[in-house]
């Protein structure tokens, strides 16, 4: 690729790896000038004990935390708004978020919303103006969503079926604390829905448009990482090298899409998961192979170097042999691990596809797909997919 396009890579979070990576967290506070913290997450790790671990390491160091524990799975923006209200009540100079990409949206949409008045929807797009937020430290305890790195949050209002992104400089952590150690008792199926989306994150940045060279290097590793470890991840969640593997190749996908985007696969996510309350990384699952196979013929290199990235020998096959074999490599994978594959198991039905599809394309993902896409393209993607 001839590297002479103009492009930019900023990655204002700065990240912590490894195993034991959460007993740093109150020196990050106090790094940060922490003195009242708002810790955000979710039902499952209270009852994991996360969350009193949490709080013990920061109690251990002098400082209470007000919790905020109602996030819910896509999370609401009813959730945003209380946490931003308990953030400003209780004195909050940073908010801590542990969890999956639920709780790290939350958190980071509540920190935006301490320091600026309206409600979450009003920031709605890429950019839009607003005051900085509270600091955030992302804990993260899945290995997909990437959101203690990403750019965006994705909020929902369940009872308007409407799902939305929030993106920019604002909404980044300005921590991560990566400790693949939490991961360890993630179940198959989180494991599962969470690695498709990292999966997807890594592919389709890597294949798309606006794709750049920092950007690519950092797709291709998490894509290697993904292909040798996501299985034995699922099917023995104690590896811890395995975990670990998911992990950092999660957040070096969220780290390759940030000035990137995505593609079509994720384009159709948003609108269908509102729709049909399908959990992200099904969705994902679902859609993914289709849309590289509608891809495969617009970005053959690509696809064939994610065959050898897969481990694929591809030597003695010709360009579009190896970029099939590639699409072959990604879909098998989620097929070993017992992602889904249908929409229609979500009371999806072909009726509902033109309005699916033309909500689709308002998104920025479809403008740096490298295959050009109309609502018509769309609708047939999703059809393959009932």
């Not at 204002?12 to 810790?39: C, H, K, M, N, Q």
Request: with cysteine.
């Amino acid at each position: 690729m001839k590297y002479h396009r103009q492009f930019t890579f900023e990655l204002p979070t700065r990240i912590t790896f490894g195993v034991g990576a959460l007993a740093g967290l109150p020196t990050e506070v106090a790094a940060l000038g922490g003195s009242s913290v708002l810790l955000v997450s979710d039902p499952g790790l209270v009852a994991a004990g996360v969350v009193d671990r949490v709080v013990d390491l920061l109690s251990d160091s002098g400082l209470e935390p007000a919790v905020f524990t109602d996030v819910e799975p896509e999370p609401d923006a009813k959730g945003v708004m209380a946490a931003a209200e308990l953030a400003r009540t209780s004195g909050a100079d940073i908010v801590v978020g542990v969890g999956g990409g639920s709780a790290l949206d939350t958190a980071k949409s509540a920190a935006l919303m301490a320091r600026n008045p309206g409600h979450i929807r009003d920031f709605v797009g890429l950019n839009i103006p607003s005051a900085p937020g509270l600091p955030v430290i992302a804990i993260p305890t899945t290995a997909g969503t990437g959101s203690e790195c990403a750019i965006w949050a994705v909020i929902s209002e369940k009872e308007k079926s409407d799902k939305y992104g929030i993106g920019g400089r604002n909404m980044t952590a300005t921590v991560a604390l990566c400790d693949p150690a939490l991961t360890l008792t993630l179940p198959a199926r989180q494991t599962v829905g969470t690695g498709a989306d990292a999966l997807a994150h890594a592919l389709e940045s890597y294949v798309n448009k606006a794709t750049q060279p920092i950007s690519e290097a950092l797709a291709e590793k998490a894509v290697e990482l993904i292909a040798g470890s996501l299985r034995q991840a699922t099917f023995n969640g104690a590896d811890l090298d395995a975990r670990s593997n998911m992990m950092i190749a999660a957040t070096m996908a969220a780290c390759a899409f940030a000035p990137t985007r995505l593609g079509l696969a994720h384009a159709m996510a948003m609108p269908l998961g509102a729709f049909a309350k399908i959990p992200h990384g099904d969705v994902i699952a679902i859609l993914l192979p289709e849309v590289m196979r509608y891809n495969v013929v617009a970005a053959q290199s690509k696809f064939a170097e994610i065959a050898r990235l897969f481990g694929i020998d591809t030597r003695g096959m010709t360009l579009r042999q190896a970029a099939d074999a590639g699409v072959t490599a990604a879909s098998d994978l989620l097929v070993d691990i017992g992602a889904p594959s249908k929409l229609s198991a979500y009371g999806v039905t072909e009726a509902d596809l033109p309005k699916l599809a033309e909500e689709s394309m308002s998104s920025g993902n479809v403008v740096v797909n490298p295959r050009p896409a109309r609502a018509a393209d769309l609708v047939e993607i999703m059809r393959k997919c009932l």
